[in-house]
């Protein structure tokens, strides 16, 4: 977590960096700080709270200069105050650093340090990197070895800028296990956790990879590895624009990103569904469809929303393609000793494409020599760039922490998967064409569901007081359970489980009163008979029902209190449709409570430490 920005150029760095904090803000919001060269000495702001926070303080002590880092920071260690925040300076605020990760071997390094005589002023494992390059320099190496040789010191994960008073014409910046990305410009360049801040600004970028110092000057990009090697790195292209970032009118970027949906699936499908063939195209599978399509058993893994579309992509492959598929939670999976080997594929979700355990998980995978597929939104990302192959999802940028595009999405490009493969192994064209054909529909009947935001709008304020929900669902809708409660919990903080349905009475059914809501999918498929049965149990206990029905649906208006009504699709596509809903209804629940829906608290939208 933790956003970084740095500026280097003809051009006053506040503008870029402010900008570029704001654009962050989504990875980190509990303190911000910067620290700029106005040509002889540094200067830092720095405050607890938001990027607001800081824009005030420095209105009113303004900064000056060409040469500036920034930092939003999502504490680890250290409450979030004006002191822990960055940017970290050591002794002699000689150096100036922000940094994103986490500094494991940091309690040894601050004894050896502060025997040296070093002083320690926050409780960030962040500092010791200040005064680690400070000793460095004292003992008579340049910036860049300083840092080189204090990195080599270093156990943990970062992603690091460096600013020093000696010098007014560089910064350094270095990445291991977090992000770094620097935007090349006329005259002046770029850093950032990612590429959102440059957006306006350039389009040519470079990825750092993990293990490499970048010294930036405003017209020059050095890159060599932390054991001094130079590497020759390439250029990107991104092809955001500004309005993908924008809020658009809307009040919310989750409130935009939920209305976004029906445009973004078509994103997500465009030139790779084959509606005559029934079947689908994905470029980035072509090469090594083989190992796929051979494979023993596929293991997906992903965390949170991405661990959900991952359970679907269970139901799904293992219905159609006939692949036996387990699920892991990254988490799990990279400290166990997972049975793998290259007979099993992995396939890794992750929106940002920066999530720490999905990318241990794939390591621990590669090393164990699995052939690792990525779905990822975010392009260039990490992800992206350590899988073997992938598919991306074209949803565009997300920036409200709670992921809801992204996850429309990820199902689409599982069922992408599953067109392609199941046509190749079982599936005939009739029923490839049929299945294809539902799928380019679903834009079409996301678009209903949103029109009828005014009902789940009026159904929030009837629920936004109570303090525990639960979400029932069979099938492929009990993913959809389970996504459905994690939107409210996490940014409504109303506690909300999902369950199979059938599993509430193993359990569940003990919380059942007037003062439960339960939210049960009860779409027209071969389990419906069961849940309106699952209803009736609900409702024989006082429990309150609001139920996501297909449109025609009467039976089910005299059982539940509410009903919300999707179009019909076939079965597996039928979560691209009752999530909607569920998405709508937290969003309504959490501003009604006054939450901050972009930023929930504890929250970040990519989670880059463990
Ligand atoms: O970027 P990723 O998809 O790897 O992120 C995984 C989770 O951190 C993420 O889905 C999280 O659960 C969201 N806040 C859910 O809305």
Redesign the pocket.
């Known amino acids: 977590m933790c956003g970084i920005v740095g500026y280097i150029g003809k051009n006053a760095s506040i503008p870029f960096l402010l900008n570029g904090l704001k654009r962050l803000e989504y990875r980190g919001y509990d303190s911000v700080g910067l620290a700029v060269h106005d040509g002889s000495k540094i200067q830092i702001n720095k405050t607890a709270g938001r990027i607001a926070a800081l824009q005030d303080l420095t209105n009113r002590h303004p900064l000056s200069g060409c040469l500036g880092i920034g930092h939003t920071r999502w504490a680890t260690h250290g409450e979030p105050n004006s002191i822990n925040a960055h940017p970290h300076t050591g002794n002699k605020n000689m150096l100036a650093i922000v940094h994103n990760g986490i500094i494991e071997n940091f309690d040894l390094l601050k004894k050896e340090l502060s025997a040296k005589g070093h002083t320690f002023k926050s409780d960030t494992d962040s500092e010791i990197l200040a005064h680690l390059f400070e000793e460095n320099m004292n003992n008579g190496f340049d910036l860049v070895e300083a840092v080189r040789q204090g990195l080599n010191l270093v156990k943990g994960t970062y992603g690091l800028a460096v600013i020093c008073d000696h010098h007014p014409d560089m910064f350094i910046a270095a990445r291991l296990g977090s992000p770094m990305v620097i935007g090349h410009g006329n005259g002046e360049n770029y850093i950032a956790s990612d590429a959102a801040p440059f957006i306006g600004y350039t389009k040519d970028v470079t990825y750092l990879d993990d293990g490499e110092i970048a010294v930036v000057k405003n017209d020059s990009v050095t890159v060599k590895t932390i054991d001094d090697q130079v590497v020759n790195k390439s250029i990107h292209i991104i092809d955001t624009d500004l309005k993908q970032i924008e809020k658009e009118g809307y009040s919310h970027y989750m409130l935009k990103e939920i209305m976004e949906q029906p445009q973004t699936l078509r994103n997500t499908t465009r030139g790779r569904l084959l509606l005559e063939e029934g079947t689908a195209k994905l470029g980035g599978l072509e090469n090594d469809i083989e190992s796929l399509l051979y494979s023993r058993r596929i293991i997906i893994t ?6 959900h579309a991952a359970l679907l992509g269970e139901y799904m492959l293992e219905e159609l393609v006939g692949i036996p598929v387990e699920v892991e939670y990254a988490s799990e999976f990279r400290y166990r000793n997972p049975i793998l080997g290259d007979d099993t594929t992995v396939i890794a ?7 720490a355990d ?1 990318l241990a998980a794939i390591r621990e995978a590669r090393r164990k020599r699995s052939k690792v597929f990525g779905i990822c ?1 975010v392009v260039g990302s990490s ?1 992206a760039r350590e899988t073997d192959a992938g598919v991306y999802l074209h949803a565009g940028p997300e920036i409200g ?4 595009k ?2 429309t999405s990820q199902v689409t490009v599982l069922t992408l998967i599953t067109l392609l493969l199941g046509r190749i192994r079982s599936i005939s064209t009739a029923q490839g064409r049929d299945l294809a054909q539902n799928l380019q529909a679903i834009p079409q009947h996301v678009e209903t569901v949103l029109k009828n935001r005014k009902q789940i709008e009026q159904i929030a304020k009837e629920f936004q007081n109570v303090k525990n929900f639960l979400y029932l669902g069979r099938g492929y809708n009990f993913p959809v359970a389970l996504e459905g409660a ?2 409210l919990k ?1 940014i409504s903080y109303i506690h909300a489980e999902g369950y199979p349905a059938a599993e509430m009475k193993h359990g569940p059914i003990a919380l059942i009163d007037e003062n439960m809501p339960v939210v049960v999918i009860a779409i027209k498929d071969n389990t419906y008979d069961k849940i309106i049965s699952n209803i009736e149990e609900v409702k024989a206990r006082k429990g309150r029902v609001i139920a996501i029905a297909n449109e025609g649906d009467t039976e089910i208006a005299n059982k539940a209190d509410k009903v919300i009504y999707v179009p019909h699709s076939r079965e597996m596509f039928s979560p691209l449709l009752t999530i909607i809903p569920l998405q709508l209804l937290a969003y309504y629940i959490a501003i009604n409570r006054n939450c901050d829906v972009d930023q929930p608290r504890n ?1 970040a ?3 880059t430490v463990e």
Request: proline share 0%; charged share 15%.
């Open positions: 992903a965390c949170g929303t991405s661990w979700i992750s929106q940002s494409g920066e999530t999905t939104n992800i922490v709670a992921s809801t992204a996850f994690l939107k996490e929250l939208k990519s989670v």
